[in-house]
């Protein structure tokens, strides 16, 4: 059996208030998209964490420069601890067998997520939601670089979104009411 811990971490007070019972929600998309992605067999029988990150856009804007080489900020960021697509059971050999072994982190900025909403006209919660399985599947090793990959992406991101309520983020221009 595998076991998930979500640590999701308000470092911006700007989102405390974001929308009702935010962090359950958060740790609830993450534990879907944990679930829905296909893990390495070695996965099992181990404790893993995933760190969601609710930050601004400067610290982003930072963490994309460092990291990627771009000087502006972006909506989300993941920052994978290790490729699972190359995953050999063998780097689990470093973590005693009660660890709980961190996946990575997803981190997501509120000034663009906020601009993004007004521009497409997009839920917040929504939103916010879509960007956290997304960024969890790019821990679990799933990228959109190229075609096929991006299809199986967004194939599974709905699938993910649409059993936790929420609406096709691809598909679905129109604002719609979220309940709480």
Same mark, same amino acid.
């Given at each position: 059996?595998?076991?998930?811990?979500?640590?999701?971490?308000?470092?911006?007070?700007?989102?405390?208030?974001?929308?009702?019972?935010?962090?359950?929600?958060?740790?609830?998309?993450?534990?879907?998209?944990?679930?829905?992605?296909?893990?390495?067999?070695?996965?099992?029988?181990? %404790?893993?964490?995933?760190?969601?990150?609710?930050?601004?856009?400067?610290?982003?804007?930072? /963490? %994309?420069?460092?990291?990627?080489?771009?000087?502006?900020?972006? %909506?989300?960021?993941?920052?994978?601890?290790?490729? +699972?697509?190359?995953?050999?059971?063998?780097?689990?050999?470093?973590?005693?067998?009660?660890?709980?072994?961190? /996946?990575?982190? +997803?981190? +997501?900025?509120?000034?663009?997520?906020?601009?993004?909403?007004?521009?497409?006209?997009?839920? /917040?919660?929504?939103?916010?939601?879509?960007?956290?399985?997304?960024?969890?599947?790019?821990?679990?090793?799933?990228?959109?670089?190229?075609?096929?990959?991006?299809?199986?992406?967004?194939?599974?991101?709905?699938?993910?979104? =649409?059993? /936790?309520?929420?609406?096709?983020?691809?598909? =679905?221009? +129109?604002?719609?009411?979220?309940?709480?």
């Amino acid at each position: 059996m595998i076991s998930l811990h979500i640590h999701v971490d308000t470092a911006s007070d700007k989102w405390k208030r974001a929308f009702p019972k935010m962090k359950r929600k958060i740790e609830q998309a993450t534990a879907a998209a944990f679930v829905a992605a296909k893990r390495p067999a070695g996965f099992s029988g181990r %404790n893993f964490e995933i760190a969601v990150v609710l930050t601004d856009d400067k610290t982003i804007k930072d /963490l %994309n420069h460092t990291y990627r080489g771009k000087k502006e900020a972006t %909506n989300v960021l993941s920052f994978p601890q290790f490729d +699972v697509k190359k995953f050999r059971k063998t780097q689990l050999k470093d973590f005693p067998a009660d660890d709980v072994i961190p /996946l990575g982190d +997803v981190v +997501v900025a509120w000034q663009t997520v906020k601009r993004e909403c007004k521009e497409q006209k997009k839920d /917040l919660e929504d939103h916010v939601i879509h960007l956290v399985v997304h960024g969890t599947l790019h821990i679990l090793g799933y990228d959109h670089m190229k075609a096929k990959e991006a299809k199986t992406m967004e194939s599974l991101e709905c699938d993910i979104l =649409e059993s /936790l309520g929420y609406p096709d983020p691809y598909h =679905e221009p +129109v604002l719609e009411t979220r309940r709480s």
